[in-house]
Nanobody, 119 residues
Framework: QVQLVESGGGLVQAGDSLRLSCAASGRTFSNYVMGWFRQAPGKEREFVARIKWSGGSTYYADSVKGRFAISRDNAKRIVYLQMNSLTPGDTAVYYC????????????WGQGTQVTVSS
């Protein structure tokens, strides 16, 4: 059973940086895709970024491209989301997610971590 635990959220000011971590356990992830999503108050959850565990190819939402970077540490089984040049529009609960390569939908989710960016 896949378990995902996020950490690293907090309150920062506009222009600051923050790094989120997602500790993954429960299986090997070589055939998995790991992703970050976010949900702002009153809005639907939206895709932020994803990375293929094997090979490390990445893909980003247009809204964060050039500011956010997703990466993974194979040995520690941690997925990171480095967030730079944060704006109040980035305020949301950020969720880590996982899916097998063969699936199109993410089927394992963490509990989320709050990121608040003040102006």
């Amino acid at each position: 059973q896949v378990q995902l635990v996020e950490s690293g959220g907090g309150l920062v000011q506009a222009g600051d940086s923050l790094r989120l971590s997602c500790a993954a356990s429960g299986r090997t992830f070589s055939n998995y895709v790991m992703g970050w999503f976010r949900q702002a108050p009153g809005k639907e959850r939206e895709f932020v970024a994803r990375i293929k565990w094997s090979g490390g190819s990445t893909y980003y939402a247009d809204s964060v491209k050039g500011r956010f970077a997703i990466s993974r540490d194979n040995a520690k089984r941690i997925v990171y989301l480095q967030m730079n040049s944060l704006t109040p529009g980035d305020t949301a609960v950020y969720y880590c997610a996982a899916r097998p390569l063969a699936r199109t939908d993410f089927d394992s989710w963490g509990q989320g971590t709050q990121v608040t960016v003040s102006s």
